[in-house]
């Protein structure tokens, strides 16, 4: 009996999706997906959909159809082989059970299947475009997948993590809340920390006419200083004539690009770029 009431309990603990029955998944609770679909109404989810794909339904059906499942995608996918090629993972069937699904319903999905979407294109799926460099059509899979997110996204359903990434590029322009002052507090306390093992070691800041200006990742000058530190001892051995921005925006990072909020994306590319124009920088260098 104790056997049977445990498995019992083990099904409990299960996500069936309720429109395609082969999606099962492990319960993951994430404050960002379970509860912000309660402010979801059918007719604010439609307006979206529309107003993503608007006139780009032509673009996303000839992915769709010229799509022949041939399944080379999915042999690309790090998801699909890291699950015992569930068949679920595949690139074709993200699309199939997300932006298929509501062009097919002509918008009307309800807020669990936005849910479902969202769990799919955030947490089964890097955007790494490896299944379109696979494909023998070149079916862009990956801006497939973007729309999806844009769509989650504008509707608030994404991942609390890169929810709250997101709302610090808003606010402050990098992903780990750093004001202007604390990344240069950051910078000035890395480089004397250093030089007690460089005595000519400097991060300057601002330099004009600099060869390089280095972009650091926003954790690198809050949790990862060694990084920054690791940086600066690599530009003094090999002389090269470097800086960092003393204004914003000097974090690389760009956790906007993940959940498709273009404007944000916009203005961090912006302003890497007049920042290197304000500097007269010949090169940028970014972590990743």
């Known amino acids: 009996m104790a056997v049977k009431n445990a498995a019992k309990e083990a099904v409990k603990e299960k996500i069936i999706s309720k429109d395609f029955k082969e999606y099962v998944r492990d319960v993951n609770p994430d404050k960002g997906l379970d509860e912000t679909i309660a402010r979801l109404t059918p007719e604010k989810i439609e307006k979206t ?40 993972y595949a690139p074709v069937a993200k699309m199939r059970m997300t932006i298929w699904e509501m062009l097919k319903r002509d918008g009307k999905v309800d807020a669990e299947f936005i849910k479902q979407c969202a769990r799919i294109v955030f947490t089964e799926c890097n955007i790494c475009h490896r299944c379109s460099l696979y494909c023998p059509y070149g079916l862009d899979i990956t801006f497939i997948i973007g729309m999806v997110r844009r769509i989650c996204f504008l509707l608030g359903v994404i991942p609390q993590r890169q929810f709250d990434q997101a709302q610090a590029h808003i606010a402050t322009q990098n992903q780990v809340w750093m004001s202007q002052n604390d990344w240069l507090d950051a910078v000035q306390w890395i480089e004397e920390e250093s030089g007690a093992d460089f005595k000519d070691l400097r991060i300057p800041i601002d330099k004009e006419g600099a060869e390089v200006m280095f972009l650091p990742l926003g954790a690198e000058p809050k949790t990862g200083t060694y990084h920054l530190e690791r940086t600066a001892k690599i530009m003094l051995v090999a002389g090269v004539n470097w800086t960092v921005p003393g204004k914003d925006t000097w974090d690389s990072s760009s956790m906007s690009m993940f959940v498709r909020d273009l404007v944000t994306m916009q203005r961090i590319v912006r302003g890497l770029y007049e920042n290197a124009a304000r500097l007269r920088i010949k090169k940028m260098m970014l972590t990743e």
Not at 71 to 82: D, H, M, P, T
């Open 49 to 88: 959909i529309k107003a993503v794909i608007g006139g780009r339904s032509a673009r996303i059906k000839a992915v769709l159809e010229t799509c022949i499942h041939c399944g080379l995608c999915s042999e690309a996918c790090q998801w699909y082989l890291s699950n015992d090629k569930d068949p679920t």
